[in-house]
């Protein structure tokens, strides 16, 4: 898929990027962080940690331990999941009602309610204010 991926989308998406320095696809705690951040691990291994025993999640398939902490996303929701994990299906979430980006939207709803607000901002709600 990633070399695919460069194929269609060379400035973009770089193989090498997903690769540790021996050379290797990794998807352990050894993996890159492009690979970490990429859509399709984030897919495969959503939620998948929830199968095992606190921080003993395995891909057995590659025999790699995977991280404690799964990854999350923010664009998705997970729509199906077979018995075996072997197909996995996903929507893509609705838009947020309030004009958020999904990634806002994620981040409110974990608990992370403080805004980044640049000075700016900070300006237009003392002029509010005082109006």
Do not use: C
Not at 70 to 85: K, M, Q, R, V
Not at 104 to 114: L, N
Not at 120 to 127: D, E, F, L, S, V
């Amino acid at each position: 898929m990633i070399r695919i991926a460069e194929g269609v989308w060379p400035n973009e998406v770089k193989e090498r990027d997903f690769f540790t320095p021996r050379g290797e696809y990794r998807v352990d705690d050894a993996a890159t962080d492009t690979m970490k951040n990429s859509l399709m691990y984030k897919m495969s291994y959503y939620n998948y940690q929830s199968l095992f025993p606190a921080g003993q999640a395995q891909d057995r398939v590659r025999n790699a331990k995977l991280p404690a902490v799964g990854p999350t996303l923010s664009i998705l929701d997970e729509a199906f999941t077979s018995e075996n994990w072997i197909v996995r299906i996903y929507k893509v979430k609705d838009l947020d009602n309030l004009g958020r980006d999904h990634v806002s939207a994620a981040a409110f709803d974990a608990g992370k309610k403080k805004s980044k607000r640049t000075k700016a901002g900070k300006g237009a709600q003392r002029r509010l204010r005082v109006v």
